[in-house]
């Protein structure tokens, strides 16, 4: 069957996915960290900036913070949703098929969120090589994911 073909493209998609959302994670961790670490100081005696914005991000530009934020969550459930993934690719069945697909749409659509504020950010051009490198993983990821999906369903 043609299904059983493309057995060895999904895991090849599933395990380059998984690799690319866990880089992602790992920078967007690293921006979030920077943030905490590095943001506005608040508290008794102090007041707030003029300009005070819950998603400040000392490095970047407007963008950055929805872009961390988006980021992260599309990494988490990129990464989650290979136990579903691992799953239908033992089965390779139709029982197994809806839960992969279902976890891989949610993150692609996520990851696809996520891609358009980095696109947001590549037009507002003010940020460093780390961010560059998240930019660039979310743009590829929302193509590899969406053939992942495309893949999966031709059983």
Not at 83 to 104: Q, Y
Request: hydrophobic share 55%; aromatic share 10%.
């Amino acid at each position: 069957m043609a299904g059983q073909q493309l057995r060895p493209v999904a895991s090849l998609l599933l395990v380059l996915n998984f690799c690319m959302y866990v880089i992602v994670l790992g920078i967007g961790g690293w921006a979030m960290n920077r943030a905490i670490d590095h943001g506005f100081i608040i508290g008794p005696g102090f007041n707030l900036p003029a300009h005070f914005s819950p998603i400040f991000f000392p490095m970047g530009n407007a963008a950055t913070g929805f872009l961390v934020v988006f980021s992260l969550l599309a990494g988490v459930v990129g990464a989650a949703s290979l136990i579903a993934g691992l799953s239908h690719l033992r089965f390779w069945n139709s029982d197994s098929l809806p839960a992969a697909a279902s976890a891989a749409t949610i993150a692609w659509s996520l990851t696809v969120l996520a891609m358009g504020f980095a696109c947001k950010e590549i037009q507002q051009e003010i940020r460093n090589a780390r961010l560059r490198t998240m930019e660039a993983f979310l743009i590829i990821l929302s193509a590899t994911q969406l053939l992942y999906i495309a893949v999966i369903h031709r059983i």
